[in-house]
């Protein structure tokens, strides 16, 4: 078996795009967050080679990243490959330990909690893998990967882990009969389905999916994402959905937060990220996302194709990270990086010229934040706001760039 689509064991939803009873999903308004991130760092060491092994740099794979999730809701993570999506996931998993920042969970700083106090978190929080290929164990049944978590944890009598196995198989659109079958007897999209019923094993009530569809073939992706929604209204889980390009998170996640470098750049509601992004790397991104809307209308905007290569996290650029590809940077963008500024409801940036495509303004909106002049120099007659340190969520109160005034909630 290794054809998704002509497996007549899977779910019936065969249909690429997402079917009916699959719109967009949609954030419950007020809902309490599950997770909040504060200021998470993770530098990875870089050692000199040779037999003493000295520390002689840092990869800066995360810098500073805040945000929250809502119970029972999604929160997009997306970047290039190499800006630290995943390993703010795993930082989340706590399959690293961070270098500094809160993770609360419910509440809970889990950020240095030590192994013992991390067992009953595993029930909690679980991650999905983006290679259906690798992480299976291709010498164990799928009843024993399914089942081994529950085995573990001793949450269940033995006699009453098969059945229990069995049902998950179904939730996730596999024949229940099949679990003394191995991995290698399915196809890519039902592995995947193998990795999120393990991953549902012990109802957990945050799941990390890092780039759970990439590897698939297109026409499997929807079908799994389809899955993944039935099983947040079905159960109610919220989801960190990592991904490396905005159309795949578009239905999905009702909440994107966009990555560069480490650094989140943009942050919003679905409408801010898609109809109204005010970043110009999040603009660029958002080119590449092919619309069938748009093209229809011919009012596609054209590919931003931006230039270089992403620079290396062991050295990132002064001032803002995005600068040395940006197409509107100045200055002041090599002297001071940009604070994450909120500028609507549910809608942050982190530029000094942030606009729409188009539309950035001449000077820098940032400069009497920050105390400098336009070029980025101490302004003497200036300091910087107290009002920059930067927290996970949003405040009832905002710059309203149109109106150029406080915005209230
Ligand atoms: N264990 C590690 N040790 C050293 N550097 C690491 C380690 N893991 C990741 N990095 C580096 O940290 C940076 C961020 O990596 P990460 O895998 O989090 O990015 P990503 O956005 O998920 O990329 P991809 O989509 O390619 O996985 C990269 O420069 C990577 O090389």
């Not at 030590?114 to 983006?130: D, G, H, T, V």
């Not at 269940?156 to 679990?179: F, S, T, W």
Request: proline share 9%; net charge neutral.
């Amino acid at each position: 078996m290794t054809n998704d689509t002509t497996n007549q064991d899977l779910a019936p939803e065969d249909a690429v795009a997402p079917r009916a009873g699959h719109g967009a999903s949609v954030a419950p308004s007020g809902a309490k967050p599950i997770l909040e991130v504060d200021q998470l760092r993770m530098y990875f060491p870089v050692k000199s080679p040779g037999l003493f092994r000295r520390t002689v740099g840092q990869v800066q794979a995360v810098d500073g990243v805040s945000f929250q999730v809502a119970e029972a809701t999604s929160l997009g993570l997306v970047g290039e490959s190499g800006c630290g999506k995943s390993t703010t996931g795993r930082l989340i998993t706590r399959l690293y330990k961070p270098t500094a920042g809160a993770i609360r969970f419910e509440g809970q700083d889990i950020a240095q909690a030590k192994a013992s106090e991390l067992k009953p978190l595993r029930r909690e929080i679980q991650m999905i893998f983006q290679d259906p290929y690798t992480s299976l164990n291709p010498r164990q049944t799928v009843g024993s990967i399914v089942g081994a978590p529950l085995a573990i944890h001793k949450t269940l009598p033995k006699d009453k882990i098969l059945p229990r196995v069995q049902e998950l198989l179904e939730i996730v659109g596999l024949n229940p009969e099949h679990y003394n079958r191995y991995p290698h007897e399915f196809s890519g999209g039902q592995r995947q389905r193998i990795g999120i019923a393990r991953a549902l094993t012990l109802q957990p009530k945050l799941l990390v999916a890092d780039e759970p569809v990439s590897a698939l073939d297109v026409s499997i992706q929807a079908q799994v994402i389809n899955l993944l929604q039935d099983i947040q209204n079905e159960f109610g889980v919220a989801f960190l959905f990592i991904a490396h390009d905005l159309a795949i998170v578009r239905h999905f996640c009702p909440e994107i937060a966009v990555m560069y470098l480490g650094k989140i750049v943009e942050i919003g509601d679905r409408d801010s990220i898609y109809k109204n992004a005010h970043h110009p790397y999040t603009q660029a991104l958002l080119s590449a996302v092919p619309d069938v809307k748009q093209a229809a209308t011919g009012a596609r905007i054209e590919r931003i194709r931006l230039q270089g290569d992403v620079p290396s996290p062991i050295d990132p650029p002064s001032g803002c990270r995005f600068r040395t590809r940006c197409p509107i940077a100045q200055e002041i963008c090599a002297r001071h990086e940009p604070p994450l500024l909120q500028i609507g409801r549910r809608h942050k940036v982190a530029c000094h010229f942030p606009g729409r495509l188009g539309q950035a303004p001449r000077e820098p909106l940032t400069a009497g934040l920050l105390g400098v002049d336009a070029v980025g120099r101490p302004d003497p007659g200036a300091s910087p706001s107290p009002d920059l340190v930067e927290q996970p969520g949003y405040a009832d109160t905002w710059f309203d760039l149109d109106n150029k005034s406080i915005g209230r909630a």
